[in-house]
C-alpha cells in the first residue's frame, strides 16, 4: 500500500489516498447494514440504557433504549483497517489503545446492565487499566518508534523537551482526558459521535501530513515516517461514525455506551501521542474538554460553596438543555462549536 517515492533529495512515504476513502466507506456501509440486526440482538438481550435519577426529566423517556452500540463502531472500524492498511507498529499501537479501552468500557457497561442501579467498574480499576495503555504508549512511541520525548507547540513555532518520565504522565493525561471528554459528551443523541468523527477527520490530515517528509518539513510539522497509515485507522473511524449516527441521530435507537465512547477518545488520544499533536488536541477536542471543564468547575464549586451551582446542571449540554433549549438545537450547534474548533486547528498548519 505504501511505496518509497524520492522527492527534491528527501525520503517521502506517501499514503494511499484510495484506500484512506474505502476504509472510510466501507466501515461506514458495515455499521449501516448490519446496525439493524445488531440493536435488534440488544434488545432482545435487555442490554438497556440506565438513566439517573437526577438527570433532566425529559430523558426518562430514553431508559432501556439498547447500549453498548460501541461494539459496532469498533467491529465496522476494526475490519477495514486490518484488511486495508499494512499494519505498522504507530497505527497497530493506535488500534490496541482503542482496543483495550473498548475492553474496559465494555466491562464497565456490563457490570452496570447486570448489576441494575451499578456504577459500574471501580474508578480504581479504570485508572490502572488507562495508566497501563499510557505506558505501552510511551513505550512504542518513544523506544520503539524513536520519537523525541517533546512537545510540539505551533503557535509559538519552538518545542519543549520534557524527557521520558514526564512524558508517561502526559501520555496517561492524553488518553484519560480524551476518553472521559468524550464519555461526558455523550449525553445527548448524536452528540459525541458526531463531535468525535469531526475530531478524526481533522486528525487524519494531521496523520497525513506528518506522514509525509516533504509537507511535513513545509509546514513545520513533526515528521513521523510510519504514521501514515494511521489515516487509514482514522478514515474508518469517521465512517463508523457516520454510519452509527444513522442509529444515534436524535431519537436515538442505541447508544454507543462507555465501550465505545472510552475507546472513541483513547483513539484520539493516542493519535495525538503518536504523531506528536498532543496540545493541538486541546482544540481539536475542544468540546470535549469544554464539556470536562464543566463538570470539574460544577463539583469543585458545588463543595467550596456548600451546594452552590455555576450551571444548572453540568455537563454543560444539559445546562442549555435546562434553560429551555430543545435536545437537537443543543447538538447541533455544539456539532457547530466542533466544526469551527476543527477549522480553526487547521489553520495552524500555515502558522509560520
Known amino acids: 500500500m505504501i511505496g518509497l517515492a524520492q522527492t527534491g533529495g528527501l525520503s517521502t512515504v506517501p499514503i494511499d489516498r484510495g484506500a484512506i476513502l474505502i476504509a472510510g466507506m466501507a466501515a461506514m456501509l458495515i455499521t449501516i447494514f448490519l446496525g439493524p440486526k445488531f440493536i435488534e440482538r440488544l434488545r432482545e438481550r435487555e442490554f438497556g440504557q440506565q438513566i439517573r435519577e437526577e438527570g433532566p426529566?425529559?430523558?426518562?423517556?430514553?431508559?432501556?433504549?439498547?447500549?453498548?452500540?460501541?461494539?459496532?463502531?469498533?467491529?465496522?472500524?476494526?475490519?477495514?483497517?486490518?484488511?486495508?492498511?499494512?499494519?505498522?507498529?504507530?497505527?497497530?499501537?493506535?488500534?490496541?489503545?482503542?482496543?483495550?479501552?473498548?475492553?474496559?468500557?465494555?466491562?464497565?457497561?456490563?457490570?452496570?446492565?447486570?448489576?441494575?442501579?451499578?456504577?459500574?467498574?471501580?474508578?480504581?480499576?479504570?485508572?490502572?487499566?488507562?495508566?497501563?495503555?499510557?505506558?505501552?504508549?510511551?513505550?512504542?512511541?518513544?523506544?520503539?518508534?524513536?520519537?523525541?520525548?517533546?512537545?510540539?507547540?505551533?503557535?509559538?513555532?519552538?518545542?519543549?523537551?520534557?524527557?521520558?518520565?514526564?512524558?508517561?504522565?502526559?501520555?496517561?493525561?492524553?488518553?484519560?482526558?480524551?476518553?472521559?471528554?468524550?464519555?461526558?459528551?455523550?449525553?445527548?443523541?448524536?452528540?459525541?459521535?458526531?463531535?468525535?468523527?469531526?475530531?478524526?477527520?481533522?486528525?487524519?490530515?494531521?496523520?497525513?501530513?506528518?506522514?509525509?517528509?516533504?509537507?511535513?518539513?513545509?509546514?513545520?510539522?513533526?515528521?513521523v515516517p510510519g504514521v501514515g497509515e494511521v489515516t487509514v485507522f482514522c478514515g474508518a473511524l469517521v465512517g463508523a461514525g457516520l454510519g452509527f449516527l444513522w442509529f444515534n441521530a436524535y431519537p436515538a435507537m442505541v447508544f454507543m455506551g462507555d465501550v465505545g465512547a472510552l475507546a472513541l477518545g483513547a483513539a484520539l488520544g493516542a493519535v495525538a501521542v503518536i504523531t506528536k499533536q498532543e496540545i493541538l488536541l486541546l482544540l481539536v477536542g475542544g468540546l470535549f474538554v469544554i464539556e470536562a471543564l464543566s463538570v470539574i468547575f460544577q463539583v469543585g464549586f458545588f463543595k467550596m460553596t456548600n451546594g452552590r451551582r455555576i450551571f444548572r446542571m453540568a455537563p454543560l449540554h444539559h445546562h442549555f438543555e435546562l434553560k429551555g433549549w430543545s435536545e437537537p438545537k443543543v447538538i447541533v450547534r455544539f456539532w457547530i462549536i466542533a466544526i469551527a474548533l476543527a477549522l480553526i486547528s487547521m489553520s495552524t498548519l500555515k502558522l509560520r
Open 57 to 223: 426529566q425529559g430523558h426518562h423517556t430514553k431508559a432501556g433504549t439498547p447500549t453498548m452500540g460501541g461494539l459496532i463502531i469498533f467491529a465496522a472500524i476494526s475490519v477495514p483497517y486490518l484488511v486495508l492498511s499494512d499494519r505498522d507498529t504507530e497505527s497497530l499501537t493506535v488500534f490496541g489503545v482503542a482496543l483495550g479501552s473498548a475492553a474496559i468500557g465494555f466491562a464497565d457497561d456490563y457490570i452496570k446492565i447486570i448489576k441494575r442501579r451499578s456504577l459500574g467498574l471501580s474508578a480504581r480499576w479504570k485508572l490502572s487499566f488507562q495508566i497501563a495503555l499510557a505506558v505501552v504508549l510511551w513505550w512504542v512511541a518513544f523506544q520503539e518508534v524513536g520519537l523525541d520525548p517533546s512537545l510540539q507547540i505551533r503557535f509559538f513555532g519552538a518545542e519543549l523537551y520534557l524527557g521520558p518520565v514526564v512524558y508517561v504522565v502526559l501520555s496517561f493525561l492524553v488518553l484519560a482526558g480524551a476518553s472521559n471528554g468524550v464519555n461526558l459528551t455523550d449525553g445527548l443523541d448524536g452528540l459525541a459521535i458526531g463531535s468525535t468523527l469531526i475530531a478524526a477527520a481533522t486528525y487524519a490530515i494531521f496523520t497525513y501530513v506528518a506522514g509525509h517528509k516533504v509537507v511535513a518539513t513545509y509546514l513545520q510539522v513533526a515528521s
